[in-house]
């Protein structure tokens, strides 16, 4: 046995408190729902100066490893709530990984990173400590008041507020406020009351998730193993967490009973398997295990009248990818500086549409990418399956196949389609920043030889960044700041000017952009101004005056939706030979899966055939030698 470091929670006393009085004005927000997304949710607003009461059922955050990889843009949320310095004493950074199949590499790929980046791309750290993390800021801030052991058994809406009934150790209590926050996770029981239901698709794969304590010098990247001899048939996934803490997945065969190898001595037979097959005979002890099935599902609407919902309450993505978490701390920013909006600077509710309109395009974003990495960790069809396994085994001697097996680890998404964002004029160039995409963080140099970064220059709030701007340009982003600044926040809206000839400018800081290597990713001109919104998402870009109108744009909540396709889709340039091998692997699973089961093989003899007519002799004879080399 070893001396395990895994993290126990801290047990809370169940919270004692009074029903509110009829009488009482209804509080402004109840959050339900301590997780990392309704915690974010609670810490913003109460940042902005609302008051939250935040409702627990459990006594204790919760325990076990569950989501543990935490993406540069949510480190960077962390940041904007107060909770960044904390958190980064306990992850542990990676950058990329490596895949197998059997016990040959097919993959090793490297996350985008880079000397300017404030942060790296990725971190793993037990959701479990996160989440005691950001409870230990919300006990101390003097807005929130967190019940645990309150559990959410009933909800009503009359007009301009909600009441929930909430069950505590001393019996039912009621609360009545102006908006309610649910984020309580995917069986949501507020959901039910409310009576929605997620939409979508649900894969067939099913994964046994373990946490182990096991010394072991393998590296902090992920790792994937498919059809390994130590488990056939299955995919291993490990990542290595701090303090010795190692995250094992592997998915369950189709004619596997998971009652049964959800028992621990099943549990401890199969990993013991695999870390036998590494050459590794150290102790190890498990500590938590779980269960898990692949999702793609969300609510129509993320807005019912006064209920809000949010992260996993709202909708559900594939764990491929890690997507989950980081996604619902995106809905988290972007609901609170909405909602925010809505409660102190009169905002219309109508933006609040704006945010459900905005993270459900988030979610089929998502599921995009997830999908295909979804299609290769878990294939649901035999023609997924087929096509799976023949470029796996492919691509032991065709790197070039290599690509369809990445992972496309999450980033942030963008809103290029949402009401509030503003289309860049005809003149702005193509490439570079566009409206709507996240603006991400980057060191800077100030005119006066500080280093700062674009996170600490804007704050928390919207913020005004002017490139190489004239005198008379400079007034005109000044007074938009000013005019952002009293809609919202004073305090919080920041104006700064990046030039590639610094000089000092009273009142305003600069940035010492020489290199050009700021204003080169942004695509910037001379002129122009970017508009950042408090979640990071770039507003608009453009001259000042030309924007003069954007507080009113935001506090009316937009303009009328864009649709699905068209110039405000991110056109990512693609290889070639990468789209050509990923449409062909796509349009070959759906073939195989249309054919009678009897004609697969020869549906496979007449389309090869077929291209086989497309291509020089030598070219067919060449392929026929590769294919048939490896199984």
């Given at each position: 046995?070893?001396?395990?470091?895994?993290?126990?929670?801290?047990?809370?006393?169940?919270?004692?408190?009074?029903?509110?009085?009829?009488?009482?004005?209804?509080?402004?927000?109840?959050?339900?729902?301590?997780?990392?997304?309704?915690?974010?949710?609670?810490?913003?607003?109460?940042?902005?100066?609302?008051?939250?009461?935040?409702?627990?059922?459990?006594?204790?955050?919760?325990?076990?490893?569950?989501?543990?990889?935490?993406?540069?843009?949510?480190?960077?949320?962390?940041?904007?709530?107060?909770?960044?310095?904390?958190?980064?004493?306990?992850?542990?950074?990676?950058?990329?990984?490596?895949?197998?199949?059997?016990?040959?590499?097919?993959?090793?790929?490297?996350?985008?990173h880079d000397e300017q980046d404030v942060r790296g791309p990725m971190?793993?750290?037990?959701?479990?400590?996160?989440?005691?993390?950001?409870?230990?800021?919300?006990?101390?801030?003097?807005?929130?008041?967190?019940?645990?052991?309150?559990?959410?058994?009933?909800?009503?809406?009359?007009?301009?507020?909600?009441?929930?009934?909430?069950?505590?150790?001393?019996?039912?209590?009621?609360?009545?406020?102006?908006?309610?926050?649910?984020?309580?996770?995917?069986?949501?029981?507020?959901?039910?009351?409310?009576?929605?239901?997620?939409?979508?698709?649900?894969?067939?794969?099913?994964?046994?998730?373990?946490?182990?304590?096991?010394?072991?010098?393998?590296?902090?990247?992920?790792?994937?193993?498919?059809?390994?001899?130590?488990?056939?048939?299955?995919?291993?996934?490990?990542?290595?967490?701090?303090?010795?803490?190692?995250?094992?997945?592997?998915?369950?065969?189709?004619?596997?009973?998971?009652?049964?190898?959800?028992?621990?001595?099943?549990?401890?037979?199969?990993?013991?398997?695999?870390?036998?097959?590494?050459?590794?005979?150290?102790?190890?002890?498990?500590?938590?295990?779980?269960?898990?099935?692949?999702?793609?599902?969300?609510?129509?609407?993320?807005?019912?009248?006064?209920?809000?919902?949010?992260?996993?309450?709202?909708?559900?993505?594939?764990?491929?990818?890690?997507?989950?978490?980081?996604?619902?701390?995106?809905?988290?920013?972007?609901?609170?500086?909405?909602?925010?909006?809505?409660?102190?600077?009169?905002?219309?509710?109508?933006?609040?549409?704006?945010?459900?309109?905005?993270?459900?395009?988030?979610?089929?974003?998502?599921?995009?990418?997830a999908g295909k990495s979804t299609l290769i960790m878990t294939p649901?069809?035999?023609?997924?399956?087929?096509?799976?396994?023949?470029?796996?085994?492919?691509?032991?001697?065709?790197?070039?196949?290599?690509?369809?097996?990445?992972?496309?680890?999450?980033?942030?998404?963008?809103?290029?389609?949402?009401?509030?964002?503003?289309?860049?004029?005809?003149?702005?160039?193509?490439?570079?920043?566009?409206?709507?995409?996240?603006?991400?963080?980057?060191?800077?140099?100030?005119?006066?030889?500080?280093?700062?970064?674009?996170?600490?220059?804007?704050?928390?709030?919207?913020?005004?960044?002017?490139?190489?701007?004239?005198?008379?340009?400079?007034?005109?982003?000044?007074?938009?700041?000013?005019?952002?600044?009293?809609?919202?926040?004073?305090?919080?809206?920041?104006?700064?000017?990046?030039?590639?000839?610094?000089?000092?400018?009273?009142?305003?800081?600069?940035?010492?952009?020489?290199?050009?290597?700021?204003?080169?990713?942004?695509?910037?001109?001379?002129?122009?101004?970017?508009?950042?919104?408090?979640?990071?998402?770039?507003?608009?870009?453009?001259?000042?005056?030309?924007?003069?109108?954007?507080?009113?744009?935001?506090?009316?909540?937009?303009?009328?939706?864009?649709?699905?396709?068209?110039?405000?889709?991110?056109?990512?340039?693609?290889?070639?030979?990468?789209?050509?091998?990923?449409?062909?692997?796509?349009?070959?699973?759906?073939?195989?899966?249309?054919?009678?089961s009897d004609d697969r093989e020869g549906f496979l003899a007449r389309?090869?055939?077929?291209?086989?007519?497309?291509?020089?002799?030598?070219?067919?004879?060449?392929?026929?030698?590769?294919?048939?080399?490896?199984?």
């Open positions: 046995m070893t001396n395990s470091p895994y993290y126990q929670p801290r047990p809370y006393a169940p919270s004692q408190f009074d029903s509110l009085p009829t009488d009482a004005p209804a509080l402004p927000v109840v959050v339900v729902g301590a997780g990392p997304v309704g915690m974010a949710v609670a810490l913003g607003l109460a940042q902005r100066g609302t008051r939250v009461t935040v409702l627990e059922a459990a006594t204790q955050v919760s325990f076990g490893s569950r989501a543990i990889c935490i993406s540069r843009h949510t480190l960077e949320v962390a940041d904007r709530l107060g909770v960044g310095e904390q958190l980064t004493d306990l992850v542990l950074p990676w950058q990329g990984g490596r895949s197998f199949y059997r016990d040959a590499e097919v993959l090793h790929f490297l996350m985008k971190v793993n750290v037990s959701q479990s400590e996160l989440e005691q993390v950001m409870a230990d800021a919300l006990e101390l801030h003097p807005l929130v008041t967190l019940h645990w052991g309150s559990a959410v058994t009933g909800l009503t809406q009359d007009g301009d507020e909600a009441t929930v009934t909430v069950e505590t150790a001393d019996g039912p209590r009621t609360l009545r406020a102006q908006w309610v926050v649910a984020a309580d996770g995917g069986r949501s029981p507020v959901r039910d009351l409310v009576g929605v239901g997620l939409q979508g698709t649900s894969y067939e794969g099913r994964y046994v998730i373990a946490d182990i304590h096991w010394v072991s010098e393998l590296p902090a990247e992920r790792m994937v193993w498919f059809d390994p001899p130590s488990n056939p048939g299955s995919t291993v996934i490990m990542h290595r967490q701090p303090g010795d803490i190692w995250r094992i997945d592997y998915q369950l065969d189709p004619s596997e009973d998971a009652e049964v190898e959800t028992r621990e001595e099943r549990i401890r037979a199969r990993i013991a398997s695999h870390l036998a097959w590494l050459g590794d005979d150290r102790p190890w002890t498990l500590e938590w295990h779980g269960f898990y099935k692949a999702h793609a599902l969300a609510l129509e609407s993320f807005v019912h009248d006064r209920v809000l919902f949010a992260g996993d309450a709202a909708h559900l993505v594939p764990i491929f990818g890690v997507r989950g978490l980081n996604s619902g701390m995106e809905d988290a920013e972007t609901l609170v500086w909405t909602l925010s909006a809505v409660l102190s600077a009169g905002a219309d509710p109508a933006l609040l549409q704006t945010y459900s309109a905005e993270r459900y395009d988030a979610w089929r974003q998502n599921v995009a990418n649901g069809s035999h023609g997924h399956r087929t096509t799976r396994d023949a470029l796996l085994a492919l691509a032991t001697v065709r790197p070039e196949f290599s690509h369809l097996i990445n992972p496309r680890q999450s980033s942030a998404t963008h809103a290029r389609r949402s009401p509030l964002t503003v289309t860049a004029p005809a003149s702005a160039p193509a490439h570079g920043l566009q409206p709507g995409d996240p603006v991400e963080d980057r060191r800077v140099v100030l005119a006066d030889g500080k280093e700062s970064s674009l996170g600490e220059l804007r704050g928390t709030g919207f913020a005004v960044l002017g490139v190489d701007l004239d005198a008379p340009s400079v007034e005109a982003a000044s007074r938009l700041r000013d005019a952002l600044a009293g809609a919202f926040a004073p305090e919080d809206t920041a104006l700064a000017l990046v030039c590639r000839e610094p000089g000092t400018t009273a009142y305003v800081t600069v940035v010492d952009d020489g290199d050009g290597a700021l204003t080169g990713a942004w695509g910037a001109e001379p002129g122009e101004v970017f508009v950042v919104r408090p979640d990071g998402l770039l507003l608009a870009r453009g001259r000042a005056d030309d924007l003069a109108g954007l507080p009113q744009r935001l506090l009316s909540g937009g303009v009328a939706v864009q649709t699905e396709a068209g110039p405000a889709d991110v056109v990512v340039a693609v290889p070639a030979g990468e789209a050509r091998r990923e449409s062909a692997w796509l349009a070959l699973s759906d073939g195989i899966n249309t054919v009678p389309l090869a055939l077929l291209l086989g007519d497309q291509v020089s002799t030598d070219d067919f004879a060449q392929a026929v030698a590769t294919a048939a080399l490896v199984r």
